[in-house]
T-cell receptor, first 112, second 113 residues
Framework: GEDVEQSLFLSVREGDSSVINCTYT??????LYWYKQEPGAGLQLLTY?????DMKQDQRLTVLLNKKDKHLSLRIADTQTGDSAIYFC????????????FGQGTELSVKP | NAGVTQTPKFQVLKTGQSMTLQCAQDMNHEYMSWYRQDPGMGLRLIHY???????DQGEVPNGYNVSRSTTEDFPLRLLSAAPSQTSVYFC????????????FGSGTRLTVV
């Protein structure tokens, strides 16, 4: 993807918290998203945050946005083996008609 | 309400063959797009359309054509398949400028030999 960066792998133990990080470069981005992809499946929208928000919480998921540093994170509390998947962050670029630009994806492995 | 439907799910082509990947959505979404997914590279935008009759190129358009004659359908054509086009292809759609997220199809896994 163009200028959306993620680390490729993360391994945690069941019950721990997972934090997946993402950096982006386009300051015109309106919405930022987290998608989940399970093996052999398409992408499922997990959550999104508007660019004028700092934090959004949705059950076990917490999204933090630092607009100054263009840094986005996804925290999964009490991580379960069913959370093992690839997580993509993506930005919607307002000055490009809402084009969605993805990071490379972070593969989360949850060990029992 | 089927969402975004892609066909076929799997396809093997010989180098030089042409084919069309189908994508249809029943949500009356204006915006549709095609991505390819390759290991370690995330999803890269091939082509997109902001409405019937309007298409534009994404990051990696070479070797692919699209058309948008109706709101529902957005087929992706491979003109002369090459091994470098071996990938998983996803179609996605959204209303407006996608501010509330995109709906993805389940993907087409294409192998070019």
């Amino acid at each position: 993807g163009e200028d959306v960066e993620q680390s490729l792998f993360l391994s945690v133990r069941e019950g721990d918290s997972s934090v997946i990080n993402c950096t982006y470069t386009d300051s015109s981005s309106t919405y930022l998203y987290w998608y989940k992809q399970e093996p052999g499946a398409g992408l499922q929208l997990l959550t999104y945050i508007f660019s004028n928000m700092d934090m959004k919480q949705d059950q076990r998921l917490t999204v933090l946005l630092n607009k100054k540093d263009k840094h986005l994170s996804l925290r999964i509390a009490d991580t379960q083996t069913g959370d093992s998947a690839i997580y993509f962050c993506a930005e919607s670029r307002r000055n490009q008609g809402g084009k969605l630009i993805f990071g490379q994806g972070t593969e989360l492995s949850v060990k029992p | 309400n089927a969402g975004v439907t892609q066909t076929p799910k799997f396809q093997v082509l010989k180098t030089g063959q042409s084919m069309t990947l189908q994508c249809a959505q029943d949500m009356n979404h204006e915006y549709m797009s095609w991505y390819r997914q390759d290991p370690g590279m995330g999803l890269r935008l091939i082509h997109y359309s902001v409405g019937a009759g309007i298409t534009d190129q994404g990051e990696v358009p070479n070797g692919y054509n699209v058309s948008r004659s109706t709101t529902e359908d957005f087929p992706l054509r491979l003109l002369s398949a090459a091994p470098s086009q071996t990938s998983v292809y996803f179609c996605a759609s959204t209303e407006g400028q996608g501010l509330l997220g995109y709906t993805f199809g389940s993907g087409t896994r294409l192998t070019v030999v």
